[in-house]
C-alpha cells in the first residue's frame, strides 16, 4: 500500500520545488498549460487507454468546462468556487445524455459519434452569441481569490493547477487499482468476456465516459481564468485530436502517460519556433517518428527498451 | 443416481432458428444440482446455439429456461452471472494484458461490490473486501496450481494453462451452474486429464456443470448423464454407458442410409 505512494510523494516534491524555483513568468505559464493539458489527457486515458473506448470529440467537454464557469460568473455573478461544481456538474450530465446513446457504438462509429458532438457543441459555442459571445470570444472571466490568496499571481495559479493535477493522479490511481478499474481494463482486454464473468459493460462505459468529462471540464475551468479570456478555436476539432495524440503518444493506460503525453505536446510548439515557416513539418515528423518507433507510446516504450536493455547484459 | 433432487435448470420445448435453417426443435431436459451433463453431437447439431441460449446471448424462439425457478429470457450475459451461471468459451477469453491474479478478481466482480465512489475514498470495508477477494484468488489458484504463475501476465502463459485460469475464473464468481464450451479442445491427454479432475472437484463443490465437448472420453469419463443432440433434435438422453450403446445415436454418428451425419 504505501510503496504505490512512494512515486506521488516524490512527484508532488518535484511539482513543489519547480514551482519554488521557477520565476520566470513565461516558464511557470507554460508549466501550468502542462498541467491543464495533463487534466486532459488524464481524463482521456481513462477512457481511451483503460476502458478501450475512443473519443474525437473530448474538447466539447474542455469548452464546457470553460463557457460554464464563464457564464455563471460573469452573467450570473456566481462565485468560481461555485461555478467549477456547476461547470463540472453541466459536463457530466451532457456526457451522461451524449454517453446512453453513443457508447452503444464501438470502434469507428464511436469515433465518428463523439466526432459529431464535438463539432454540434463547437458550433453552439461559435453561434449563440448572446450567451458565448460567438466567435469573437468571451471576455471578462474573473480571476480566482481564495480569502486572501490571489491566483491571479502567476506561481499561484501554478500551484493551483498542479494541486489539482496531484489530487487527480491520486483519485485515478485508487480507480484503476480497484474492483472498478480492474472491470475498465477487462472490458478493454474483451469485452464480451468481460459481461460474461459479470461486468455491466454498458453502465460502466458510460460511468467512465462521465468521469472522463468531469476532468476535462475541470481543466477548463483552470485554462478559462487563467487567460480570462476563450473563444471557439480553443475547443474545436484539432483540439480534441490534440487531446487524443496527447494519450497515444505518452501512452495509453499509463497516468504518467498522460503527463508525458501532456508535457510534449505543450513543450514541442514552444521549441520548434526556431523552425519558424516548418514548425508544423517538424512537430508532424516528431510525433511520427515517435510513433513509428515507439508505437505504444513514450512511457511504454521508454519501459520496454529498459527492460530488453537489461536483458541483454 | 440423483434423481430425486431438484433441477438447477429446466429446459422446455425449446425451438430456435436463423433465418431459414431450424437449428433446435422441441428441445426439453434437465440439469440435476451437483451433477456433470455432457452435451454431444455431430457438427451441426445445435450444440453450440443450446449453449448460447442458456448463457445468455440470444433467447430462444419459443419454449422457456427455467433456472432456479426463474426464467432467464431476457436477462443479459452479465445478470445471468449475479444469479449463478457462468461460462468458459471454446476459444479461451482471458483479459490478455492482466495478471492471473487479476483476471480471478475480475472473475468475482459480481461477489464484490466496490464501486467507483468506494474506489476513491477506500473505507476500511472496500480494502477488507480487496483482501478476502485475493485470498480467494489464491485459493483457486492453489486448486489449478498456478500460484507461482498469480503475477504473471496471462496472455504470456501456455495455452493449457489458460484453459485452466479460464475455468478458476469462472469459478470466481462462485457459480451453481457452470457453462463449459469444449473446454479440452486443443489440449493434450495429459492436459484433458488435469482438467477432468478439476470439473470434477468442481463438481465436488456442488457445481453443476454442463459440458459441451467433442472429446468423447474425456466426456463419456467425467459425465453422469448424457444429451444427445442431431439435427437440433434431441435423440437420446440418460448414462454414459446407455447413450453409446443407443442405436440412435451410433447411427446419428456414424450414419445409416436413413439417417445421415451432416456435415
Known amino acids: ?313 | 443416481m440423483t434423481d430425486n433432487n431438484h433441477p438447477l435448470l429446466q429446459i422446455e420445448s425449446v425451438s430456435k432458428a436463423f433465418g431459414g435453417l431450424q437449428a433446435l426443435t422441441d428441445v426439453s431436459f434437465s440439469l440435476t444440482q451437483g451433477t456433470i451433463t455432457g452435451l454431444i453431437g455431430p457438427n451441426g447439431a445445435g450444440k453450440t446455439t443450446l449453449f448460447n441460449l442458456i448463457s445468455g446471448v440470444f433467447p430462444p424462439d419459443t419454449g422457456t429456461i427455467i433456472f432456479n425457478g426463474t426464467g432467464i429470457r431476457n436477462k443479459k450475459s452479465h445478470q445471468l452471472v449475479s444469479l449463478g451461471i457462468a461460462r468458459t468459451f471454446q476459444n479461451v477469453e482471458l483479459f490478455d494484458s492482466m495478471t492471473a491474479l487479476e483476471n480471478i478478481l475480475v472473475g468475482q466482480h459480481t461477489r464484490t461490490r466496490c464501486g467507483m465512489l468506494g474506489s476513491i475514498v477506500r473505507l476500511p470495508w472496500v480494502a477488507e473486501e480487496e483482501k478476502k477477494a485475493r485470498d480467494f484468488a489464491m485459493e483457486l489458484l492453489d486448486l489449478i496450481g498456478l500460484r507461482e504463475h498469480a503475477y504473471t501476465t496471462s496472455g504470456d502463459l501456455p495455452f493449457g494453462w489458460q484453459r485452466l485460469l479460464e475455468l478458476a475464473r469462472a469459478m470466481a464468481s462462485r457459480p451453481q451452474l457452470m457453462l463449459l464450451d469444449e473446454p479440452a479442445s486443443g489440449l493434450n491427454i495429459v492436459e484433458t486429464m488435469r482438467l477432468g479432475d478439476l470439473i470434477k472437484k468442481f463438481r465436488g463443490q456442488g457445481v453443476t456443470v454442463l459440458l459441451v465437448e467433442h472429446d468423447m472420453s474425456l466426456t463419456m469419463e467425467i459425465s453422469d448423464r448424457i444429451v444427445v443432440l442431431d439435427q437440433g433434435k434431441k435423440i437420446a438422453e440418460g448414462t454414459p454407458r446407455a447413450v453409446q450403446e443407443d442405436e440412435a445415436v451410433i447411427a446419428a454418428y456414424l450414419g445409416t442410409s436413413k439417417n445421415k451425419a451432416d456435415g
Not at chain 1, 519547480?18 to 498549460?33: E, H, I, K, S
Not at chain 1, 450570473?76 to 453541466?90: E, I, M, N, R
Open chain 1, 1 to 313: 500500500m504505501t510503496r504505490d505512494r512512494i512515486p506521488y510523494a516524490v512527484f508532488t516534491l518535484i511539482v513543489a520545488a519547480a514551482g519554488w524555483y521557477t520565476d520566470n513568468p513565461y516558464y511557470l505559464q507554460t508549466l501550468t498549460f502542462i498541467g491543464i493539458n495533463t487534466l486532459l489527457a488524464l481524463g482521456l486515458n481513462m477512457l481511451m487507454g483503460y476502458a478501450g473506448q475512443i473519443s474525437l470529440g473530448h474538447a466539447a467537454f474542455y469548452g464546457i468546462g470553460a463557457y460554464g464557469t464563464a457564464i455563471l460568473t460573469v452573467h450570473w455573478h456566481v462565485s468560481p468556487w461555485l461555478a467549477l461544481p456547476g461547470a463540472v456538474a453541466a459536463a457530466m450530465l451532457v456526457a451522461c445524455i451524449v454517453g446512453i446513446p453513443t457508447l452503444k457504438l464501438s470502434g469507428y462509429y464511436l469515433g465518428m459519434g463523439t466526432l459529431g458532438f464535438g463539432m454540434i457543441v463547437n458550433i453552439l459555442f461559435r453561434e449563440w452569441s448572446s450567451v458565448t459571445g460567438g466567435a469573437s470570444g468571451f471576455v471578462g472571466i474573473p480571476s480566482l481569490e481564495l480569502g486572501p490568496i490571489s491566483f491571479s499571481s502567476t506561481k499561484n495559479y501554478f500551484y493551483l493547477v498542479w494541486g489539482f493535477v496531484i489530487f487527480s493522479f491520486i483519485l485515478c490511481h485508487r480507480i484503476i487499482n480497484s474492483r472498478v478499474g480492474r472491470a475498465l481494463r477487462a472490458i478493454h482486454d474483451g469485452e464480451k468476456a468481460a459481461a460474461a464473468v459479470g461486468v455491466d459493460t454498458a453502465k460502466l462505459k458510460l460511468q467512465v465516459f462521465i468521469l472522463s468529462a468531469a476532468f476535462s471540464a475541470l481543466a477548463g475551468f483552470l485554462y478559462a481564468h487563467m487567460v480570462f479570456f476563450i473563444s471557439p478555436e480553443s475547443f474545436d476539432f484539432i483540439a480534441s485530436i490534440r487531446i487524443v495524440t496527447m494519450v497515444v503518444i505518452g501512452g495509453m493506460a499509463s497516468v504518467w502517460g498522460s503527463l508525458i503525453g501532456a508535457s510534449l505536446l505543450t513543450l514541442l510548439p514552444e521549441w520548434l519556433h526556431a523552425f519558424s515557416e516548418f514548425e508544423m513539418v517538424v512537430y508532424g515528423l516528431i510525433l511520427m517518428i515517435i510513433m513509428i518507433f515507439l508505437p505504444k507510446g513514450l512511457t511504454r516504450g521508454l519501459l520496454d527498451m529498459f527492460e530488453r536493455a537489461r536483458k541483454n547484459k
